[in-house]
C-alpha cells in the first residue's frame, strides 16, 4: 500500500492535467481509499518484529490480544484475538508508535485529494447470485484448480494464498471448492455494498441491464454534476 498511494496518486494527476478528468474504476476498499484520499499509510514494520510477535501470539494468542490492550486499545478493540494476521500487523505498529485504526476516516469524512464523484453499481440480490454461480463455475471449466495447484507448487506468498478461492481450490474436490467460492464471493460482496454505502455522496446506479445504458447514465450525471 505504501508504494501503491503515490503511484496511484501521480497517475490521477497526470490525467487530470491531461484531460481534465480521471476515471478510477474497481479495486478493493482500501486501494480506493488509497487513490482517491491522502492516507496515512504505516511504514514496514522492523526487520525481526512480524516473526518475534507471531511467536508470541502462537504461545498465547489471549495474553498476545491483552498486550495489544495495552498498547493500542482503539485497535484491540477492533481485531478479535482469534485474528492472528491483524492482531500481530495491530502489534507491529504499536511498538512502532503507530495504530491500525486510523484517528480519522478521510474518506467517510469526505476529505478527498481532488474533487470527486463516486458511483457505486447495484444489482438485485438474486441476479447478484446469479453472476456468483455463473463465474464460478466458468473459472472451473476453464481449469482454475490446476492453475491454483501449480501455483501453490511454485510457492505463493502469504498474501497470495489468501487470495479468496486459493485454499479451496487446492484442498477441495471441484465441487466442493465451487460450493465454498460461492459461499465466500456471496460474502465478500454483502461486505462491499455495506462498505460503499458509507461513502458520502455516492450515487448508486442500476446495473441490472445493458452496460451500455449504465455508462450513459454515469456520463448523464457526471455532466451535469
Not at 17 to 25: D, L, Q, R, T
Request: proline share 4%; glycine share 6%; no cysteine.
Amino acid at each position: 500500500m505504501g508504494e501503491y498511494a503515490p503511484l496511484a496518486h501521480a497517475a490521477i494527476d497526470e490525467l487530470v492535467s491531461a484531460h481534465g478528468k480521471a476515471v478510477v474504476a474497481g479495486g478493493t476498499g482500501l486501494y480506493l481509499r488509497a487513490a482517491l484520499a491522502e492516507l496515512e499509510v504505516p511504514s514496514a514494520p522492523a526487520v525481526g518484529a512480524r516473526e518475534r510477535w507471531e511467536a508470541v501470539y502462537d504461545a498465547d494468542r489471549t495474553a498476545a490480544h491483552a498486550r495489544l490492550g495495552e498498547l493500542d486499545p482503539a485497535a484491540a478493540a477492533s481485531v478479535h484475538a482469534h485474528d492472528r494476521r491483524r492482531v500481530v500487523r495491530a502489534l507491529e505498529l504499536a511498538e512502532a508508535g503507530a495504530s491500525l485504526v486510523p484517528a480519522r476516516d478521510l474518506l467517510w469524512s469526505g476529505e478527498m485529494r481532488r474533487p470527486t464523484l463516486v458511483f457505486g453499481l447495484e444489482l438485485p440480490a438474486d441476479r447478484l447470485e446469479e453472476r456468483i454461480r455463473r463465474r464460478t463455475r466458468q473459472m472451473l471449466e476453464r481449469g482454475v484448480v490446476e492453475e491454483a495447484r501449480r501455483a501453490r507448487a511454485a510457492g505463493m506468498s502469504r498474501t497470495a494464498e489468501k487470495a479468496l478461492g486459493v485454499r479451496e481450490l487446492v484442498e477441495h474436490t471441484a465441487e466442493e471448492a465451487y460450493s465454498l467460492i460461492v459461499a465466500r464471493t456471496r460474502r465478500y460482496a454483502a461486505y462491499q455494498r455495506k462498505w460503499m454505502r458509507r461513502i458520502p455522496g455516492i450515487v448508486m446506479i442500476d446495473a441490472d441491464r445493458p452496460p451500455e445504458e449504465v455508462a450513459d447514465e454515469i456520463l448523464q450525471v457526471a455532466r451535469a454534476g
